[in-house]
């Protein structure tokens, strides 16, 4: 059976240990080089990230734009140029829907040119708190896309890459608290993933070791203090509170501020949706739904279709009503290649199920609950909303 993507985290790294095994860089040492004027001790260029990054999260793209372009101009060689660049790119366009169109490949340049910049600091100082950050965020990054596209072993190239820097920002963590971020989710999930599947034990032994209660410490310290990773962090503190930690209260805490706070942000506005519906806020889920459908990419389409149909069965105890909002939904998720729409797919799979054994056609009932099980990594078939 397939592992799920987000498992091979560990995996990635465990591979990528063992193939390093006596590699040597032989370009190390031989590269001029280049020094970078730091961001952190330019005052103005941090106010203008500060007002810049709220509006790029709140899709006003244009007037983010103004503000990085400013940025850009103060630090033409820093990482931070092509990294704006990316993240542009990547919130326009999120989830990629084609690996290989044009949003993409321009996202992944941008990426590339970012590591490019990061090592010119590290070479002149393998602890620079900035390259190590820039690389960390531009590597981690094509990690999960190489992840999400099945390119496991151009994967693991960047895992090789990405835990030797993890190691180094436990140590720098005091002097830039973003490196916060990456040592939280680090620590996490090096934790929990050997605790809740004890086959990846021997995958992780010679790692540093992991601590939850740590893990989300750190991300916390960075949504209250960070400038990059804020969002981020509360982004990700969301993911693990709903599907790992079974702590539904936290999730829609830290949902719930960032849909308030960027409500023309679809990514957000449903990660809300969904931790309201699971907290039985029918009321909150239904006001903000409208929120989500005015986008129109084909994931938020899905989604807004499974909540309105999750409103009705639930909250009006209509299924016949539902049942046609899961199969509009799953007319989208079949129709289209939707990244990152298995959770949608496990909702509209339960609610068919739901359905068809309420209507006592079995065949059918079995066949919508196998589909749903196959997805339900995180048990939610248990959920009663």
């Known amino acids: 059976m397939m592992l799920p993507k987000i498992r091979l985290f560990l995996l990635l790294f465990a591979w990528a240990l063992i193939l390093s095994v006596g590699e ?27 007002k810049g990054l709220p509006l790029m999260y709140g899709h006003d793209f244009a007037q983010a734009q103004r503000y990085f ?3 850009q101009a103060r630090h033409p ?11 542009l790119i990547f919130w326009q366009h999120m989830p990629f829907d084609n690996f290989e169109g ?12 970012t590591i490019a910049a990061s090592q010119k600091m590290l070479d002149v100082n393998p602890n620079d708190v900035e390259g190590v950050f820039f690389m960390l965020t531009a590597r981690g990054l094509l990690m999960q ?12 190239g960047e895992a090789k890459q990405l835990y030797g820097l993890i190691k180094t920002a436990f140590d720098l963590r005091s002097q830039n608290v973003e490196l916060n971020f990456m040592t939280g989710l680090y ?19 010679f790692f540093k070791e992991g601590n939850k209660k740590e893990g989300l410490e750190n991300l916390e310290t960075c949504t209250q203090k960070a400038i990059f990773t804020a969002n981020e962090a509360a982004g990700y503190l969301t993911h693990i509170y709903l599907r790992y930690e079974n702590n539904h209260e936290k999730a829609l805490a830290h949902s719930r501020r960032l849909a308030q706070r960027f409500p023309n942000n679809p990514h957000y506005v449903a990660a809300f949706i969904e931790t309201a519906l699971l907290t039985k ?54 129709a289209e290649k939707i990244g990152y729409a298995n959770p949608y797919k496990l909702y509209t799979y339960a609610g068919l199920y739901r359905y068809y ?20 990594d995180y048990e939610y078939l248990k959920s009663d909303f």
């Open 281 to 334: 806020r029918y009321d909150e889920a239904a006001q903000m739904l409208p929120a989500l459908q005015k986008s129109q990419r084909p994931l938020f389409m899905a989604a807004a279709q499974v909540f309105n149909g999750i409103l009705a069965e639930f909250q009006r105890k209509d299924l016949t009503a539902a049942v046609k909002f899961y199969q509009a939904a799953e007319n989208l998720l079949l």
């Open 24 to 50: 040597v860089n032989p370009a190390a040492g031989q590269q001029k080089k280049v020094v970078i004027p730091p961001l952190l001790s330019d005052k103005t260029a941090l106010e203008l990230l500060e």
């Open 69 to 71: 372009a400013e940025v």
């Open 187 to 205: 620590s996490y999930y090096r934790a929990y993933y050997p605790e809740r599947y004890p086959v990846y034990r021997p995958f992780v032994i």
């Open 102 to 113: 044009k949003n993409f490949k321009q996202h992944s340049y941008f990426l590339e040119k």
């Open 77 to 87: 060689e820093h990482p931070v140029t092509p990294l704006l660049n990316a993240l």
């Open 357 to 376: 054994k309420q209507q006592r056609n079995q065949p059918v009932a079995q066949r919508y609950y196998k589909q749903a099980k196959a997805l339900d």
């Open 145 to 156: 896309h190489y992840n999400e596209r099945g390119e496991s072993m151009q994967a693991v």
